[in-house]
C-alpha cells in the first residue's frame, strides 16, 4: 500500500466533517430511499401482523412460516425479482421505474414487508388475548384497543421497525440492481462503497463505511436504552 | 484417534507450508492487471494459452478498470500492466511505476444510441460535435464514471466540445462496459462504449452506433513494465517476456486474426 491505514481514515474523517458534497450526496439519498420504504410499509405490514396474531384462517400456519421464509431471502434474489418486473419487456416496465428511487423504494419495501410482518406478528402474539377483549368490554373501540395493545408492545415494535431499517439501508444487491448506481440520483452508501472499492479509492469508501457504523451504533444504543426503559415496567 | 489427529495436522501444516515456499519461488507466474475490455472480449482467452504453450509461463489476469490496474501496478500489486489511458499511462510512466510503454494494438471507441436517433447526431462530423447534440437534446446519456478507460476518453470528449457534463440527461453510474449498455438499453439513452464490448453484447441491445470514426475515438492499448527499481521482488523477467511476446510478429498476428462474430476487434500497432 503507497497510503496507510491512518492517513485513509485520517481522509475519511475529511471527508465527513467537511461535509464533502458528494459524500452527503450519498448519504442523503441512502436515508430518503429507506425511509421512504420503510414508512410506506409500516402501516400495512402491522396489520398484516396483528391480523395473523389474532386471527385464524385456513392456512394461517403456512402463510406464517412464508413470511418467516421471506425475512431471510438474499436481497439480490429480491433485487432480481423487481428488475425483472420494471424491465422494459416486464409486468410493470411501462412504469419506467428501473434506475429510479421509485424503483429502489419498491425493492426495499420487498425487503423491509416480511421482517416488521413477521416481527410485530410474534410481539402482537405475546398479548394475552384477554387484554383484547378487556380493553374492547372497557368501552375501547376497535381502533383505541389497537392502539392501546401497540402502546403496550412499544419496545418490541420498535425493535422490529429498527431491524428492518437496518436490513435495508445496509443492503447493496437490490439497490445496484434496480437502482443503477447513477451518480447524486441512486447512489447509495453500500453501493458506493462497491463502487469507490473497485476504483481503488478508500478513503470516500471508509467515510462511508463510518457512516453506516454511527448508524448502527446508535440504533443498537436506542434500543438498549428502550429495553432497559422497559424492564421495571415488566416487575 | 488423538494422535491420528496430530499426524494429520502435521502433515496438513507442512503440505501448506511446501506449497506456500513453492508459490513464493514460482517464477512460472505473471501476474497481468488490464481493463475488462481485453477480458470481456475474449481476446485474453485466445492469445495467453497460446503464449503459455510457447514460454511455459502462466499468466493470472487480474481484470479491472484501467484506473485501478494502474494503481495495482503502482502498489506492486502486479508484474505488469495493459491498459488504454494514454495520459494516465504516461503519468504512470512519468511517476517512475512503470517502464517501457509499448503501444501494441488499438480498436475505437463508438456512440451508441436509440435506432431513430433523435439527437440527430448521424450527421456529426466529429465526435465532439455529436456530444455536443446529445447534451443540448435533452435525451438521456449513460457515463460509466468508474474511471474507467472509457470514462476517461468521455470526459476528454466533454472537455474537448466545451461541455460540462452536469446537463439534466447525463447519469453516471460507475459500473462496467456491459451493465453500462444494458442500462443505456433500457433507458434509450446514448453511451460511449468500446466497439468490442458492443459487439459482444450486441444480440441483447435494441441500439446502433450513431457515431464514429475520427481520430479521437481511437484507443491505442500500451503494455507497460513495473519498475523493477521500485518492486525488486516482482517477476520482470516474466513480465518482460510478455511484453516481448505481445510485440513479436507472432503476438501482432495473432492480435489481428482474432474475431467475435466474424469482426476484427483489434488492429496491431506496434511496427507503425
Known amino acids: 500500500m503507497t497510503e496507510g491505514w491512518l492517513a485513509l481514515i485520517q481522509q475519511a474523517f475529511r471527508l465527513l466533517f467537511t461535509l464533502d458534497p458528494e459524500v452527503w450526496s450519498i448519504i442523503s439519498v441512502s436515508f430518503s430511499v429507506s425511509f421512504a420504504a420503510l414508512l410506506i410499509t409500516l402501516i400495512p405490514s402491522l396489520v398484516l401482523g396483528f391480523t395473523l396474531a389474532f386471527s385464524r384462517f385456513r392456512g394461517h400456519w403456512i402463510v406464517i412460516n412464508l413470511v418467516q421464509t421471506l425475512q431471510s431471502i438474499p436481497t439480490v434474489v429480491i433485487g432480481l425479482l423487481v428488475y425483472l418486473l420494471l424491465t422494459r419487456n416486464g409486468t410493470l416496465g411501462d412504469l419506467r421505474w428501473l434506475f429510479t428511487q421509485k424503483g429502489m423504494i419498491l425493492g426495499q419495501m420487498m425487503i423491509c414487508a416480511p421482517v416488521l410482518i413477521a416481527m410485530s406478528h410474534a410481539a402482537f402474539t405475546s398479548v394475552d388475548k384477554r387484554a383484547w377483549e378487556t380493553c374492547r368490554t372497557l368501552g375501547a373501540s376497535w381502533l383505541g384497543a389497537v392502539w392501546i395493545i401497540c402502546r403496550e408492545l412499544r419496545v418490541p415494535l420498535l425493535m422490529a421497525i429498527i431491524a428492518a431499517f437496518s436490513r435495508i439501508v445496509t443492503e447493496v444487491g437490490c439497490s445496484m440492481m434496480v437502482g443503477g448506481n447513477i451518480d447524486h440520483v441512486t447512489r447509495n452508501i453500500p453501493t458506493a462503497i462497491a463502487l469507490e472499492t473497485s476504483k481503488g479509492d478508500f478513503a470516500q469508501a471508509i467515510a462511508l463505511g463510518l457512516v453506516l457504523l454511527i448508524l448502527a451504533l446508535i440504533l443498537n444504543f436506542m434500543l438498549g436504552i428502550l429495553r432497559g426503559a422497559a424492564q421495571p415496567r415488566s416487575h | ?272
Open chain 2, 1 to 272: 484417534m488423538l494422535k491420528l489427529k496430530q499426524l494429520m495436522g502435521f502433515v496438513a501444516a507442512a503440505g501448506m507450508l511446501l506449497n506456500v515456499t513453492a508459490y513464493a519461488q514460482d517464477t512460472k507466474v505473471i501476474k497481468l492487471a488490464t481493463t475488462t475490455s481485453t477480458e470481456n472480449s475474449g481476446l485474453l482467452g485466445y492469445l495467453l494459452p497460446k503464449f503459455e504453450a510457447d514460454t511455459g509461463y502462466q499468466v493470472q489476469v487480474i481484470a479491472t478498470g484501467t484506473g485501478k490496474a494502474l494503481k495495482l501496478g503502482t502498489q506492486g500489486d502486479v508484474d505488469l500492466v495493459m491498459t488504454h489511458a494514454p495520459k494516465a499511462e504516461a503519468k504512470f510512466v512519468e511517476d517512475g511505476f512503470g517502464v517501457e510503454p509499448r503501444g501494441i494494438m488499438e480498436n475505437d471507441f463508438v456512440v451508441l444510441g436509440p435506432k431513430n436517433d433523435p439527437a440527430k447526431i448521424l450527421a456529426s462530423k466529429t465526435a465532439e460535435e455529436a456530444f455536443t447534440k446529445i447534451a443540448k437534446s435533452g435525451i438521456p446519456f449513460i457515463s460509466r464514471g468508474d474511471d474507467s478507460g472509457t470514462n476517461k476518453k468521455e470526459i476528454l470528449i466533454w472537455k474537448a466540445a466545451n461541455v460540462t457534463p452536469d446537463f439534466a440527461g447525463y447519469k453516471s453510474i460507475g459500473q462496467g462496459m456491459g451493465k453500462t449498455l444494458l442500462m443505456a438499453n433500457e433507458m434509450q439513452a446514448y453511451t460511449l462504449s468500446d466497439r468490442g464490448t458492443y459487439i459482444a453484447y450486441k444480440g441483447k441491445l435494441d441500439l446502433q452506433v450513431d457515431f464514429d470514426g475520427g481520430k479521437t475515438l481511437a484507443n491505442p492499448y500500451q503494455v507497460i513494465l513495473i519498475n523493477p527499481k521500485k518492486y525488486p521482488d516482482l517477476n520482470h523477467k516474466g513480465a518482460r517476456a510478455f511484453s516481448d511476446w505481445l510485440i513479436s510478429d507472432k503476438g501482432q498476428q495473432l492480435i489481428n486474426s482474432f474475431e467475435v462474430q466474424g469482426q476484427q476487434l483489434f488492429k496491431a500497432t506496434y511496427h507503425k
